[in-house]
């Protein structure tokens, strides 16, 4: 089965820094687009950032600049490092995967196979 399991969640003054990890297994994370998003209550789940097969990693506007999203493929996890962190930061952020490139629909949440399971970062 695969699983891909988030952790690293938790709780930041505005200003620090956290980061995530989404570790896989049953799947090989070099052979897949990797993702991340995240909901805040009552909004719709937002896609954050991506890092494709070939490894390139593309960023939203909200987040650009201060997230870094990389895999470790020894690792066979996915991280999500995040800077300078905002109170509208603040949401359940989950990572999710497909196998095939991440193309320009790399946004679209219906195209991912795997999910995780979610954690929880909270920014005040």
């Known amino acids: 089965d695969v699983q891909l399991v988030e952790s690293g969640g938790g709780s930041v003054q505005t200003g620090g820094s956290l980061r995530l990890s989404c570790a896989a297994s049953g799947v090989v994370v070099s052979r897949l687009c990797m993702a991340w998003f995240r909901q805040s209550p009552g909004k719709e789940r937002e896609s954050i950032a991506r890092v494709d097969i070939d490894d390139r990693s593309t960023y939203s506007e909200s987040v650009k600049g201060r997230f870094t999203s990389s895999k470790d493929n020894a690792r066979n996890t996915l991280y999500l490092q995040m800077d300078s962190l905002k109170p509208e930061d603040t949401a359940t952020y989950y990572c999710?995967?497909?196998?095939?490139?991440?193309?320009?629909?790399?946004?679209?949440?219906?195209?991912?196979?795997?999910w995780g399971q979610g954690t929880q970062v909270t920014v005040s």
């Open positions: 999710a995967a497909r196998s095939a490139s991440c193309s320009l629909t790399w946004a679209r949440e219906d195209l991912y196979n795997w």
